[in-house]
């Protein structure tokens, strides 16, 4: 876990050849072209819009060439550590500041624009060197933050969603358990049935927290438990399933079973004629909209099990697939609604 926590390769680099890198170092070149512009005097008699031009046109000149540079060896730089890197990555922005400074002031020279002078050649590109020193030195750290940064949010929201999942699993397994004591001695088949639906939600509860898993694969999850629950109730529960097209839709691992289970156990065991929960999906716009409706006993109120399942699985929707997957609950004539809209899925 230690080795695994402390990046020992070049990750802290991002992708030099994606147009967001390119952008961000596009940025960063034209907050360096206004600050030389600046520094360079703001007086009645100075060409502010020739000096901003000409600092901008170097600027990009150089951020392409530095960029295109770190693009062709970033892939080359996975087996050294993030030190080595990211002196690799320093030294050849200093190269490509060398390279574009001289190429440059021979262009002036050869065009006679009269931006730099033949006399000056030296010092501007010594200035180049020393500026480049500095803003490549404060580029990169910026990089190496950022990825700190990311990977510190990932850790934790890792941590969280397990720690979320984790609080899940004892529910159905306790009940589970209790349902299969009681059908060990009057119905023992069914109680070997039960066993082997509880180890395969069992199996699935263990896997890793942060797995999306499509529509299908979490209905069949979801139905295992109402296959468990069927014994322990019987005639008393029944649920019916209207599910539309899901066209590749996913969602975290055990979002369905928990919201079955809340219906079940605060709905249907507590009505002594049982009652039916319905379970529906259907695409709405861009969104998956699925709603479990169970009807309610009268004077019905809100346990703290009921909160955890619905709280648990609404932070896991929003830490797994952002907070455009929602959960919202509504109370209606004797039903009780949980309505789940996702995302359309990425593909």
Request: proline share 3%; net charge neutral.
């Amino acid at each position: 876990m230690a080795n695994a926590e402390r990046p020992s390769r070049s990750l802290f680099l991002p992708d030099f050849c994606s147009a967001r890198a390119v952008a961000e170092i596009l940025v960063i070149a034209e907050l360096v072209a206004m600050v030389l512009t600046m520094a360079g005097g703001l007086s009645v008699n100075a060409d502010v819009l020739r000096d901003f031009l000409a600092n901008s046109l170097f600027m990009l000149w150089l951020a392409l060439t530095a960029t295109a540079a770190l693009c062709l060896v970033s892939r080359r730089l996975g087996h050294l550590d993030a030190r080595q890197s990211y002196l690799v990555c320093y030294l050849l922005l200093l190269l490509a500041t060398l390279a574009v400074s001289v190429a440059s002031v021979i262009v002036d020279e050869v065009l006679q624009l009269g931006l730099i002078g033949a006399e000056q050649g030296l010092a501007f590109t010594g200035r180049n060197l020393c500026i480049s020193a500095i803003v490549s030195a404060v580029v990169l750290r910026y990089f190496h933050v950022q990825y700190q940064w990311r990977h510190q949010v990932q850790r934790e929201t890792n941590l969280r969603i397990e720690a979320l999942q984790a609080r899940i699993r004892p529910h159905f397994l306790f009940n589970s358990l209790n349902t299969i004591a009681a059908l060990i001695e009057a119905a023992p088949e069914s109680a070997e049935q039960a066993v082997e639906d509880l180890a395969d939600l069992f199996r699935a509860s263990l896997g890793d927290a942060n797995t999306l898993v499509s529509l299908d694969e979490e209905i069949a999850l979801a139905r295992l438990y109402q296959r468990l629950e069927e014994k322990r109730l019987g005639n008393r529960l029944r649920v019916d399933w209207h599910i539309s097209a899901a066209d590749g839709q996913q969602l975290p691992r055990l979002t369905l079973q928990p919201l079955l289970e809340n219906a079940i156990h605060h709905g249907i065991e507590k009505l002594a004629e049982g009652g039916t929960v319905t379970v529906t999906g259907e695409r709405i716009d861009d969104a998956y909209r699925l709603v479990i409706r169970n009807p309610l006993a009268a004077g019905a109120g809100e346990s703290r099990g009921f909160r955890i399942a619905l709280d648990n699985t609404r932070q896991r929707l929003a830490l797994t697939l952002g907070h455009r997957a929602t959960l919202a609950t509504r109370r209606s004539a004797g039903y009780f609604e949980a309505e789940i809209r996702l995302p359309p899925s990425e593909t």
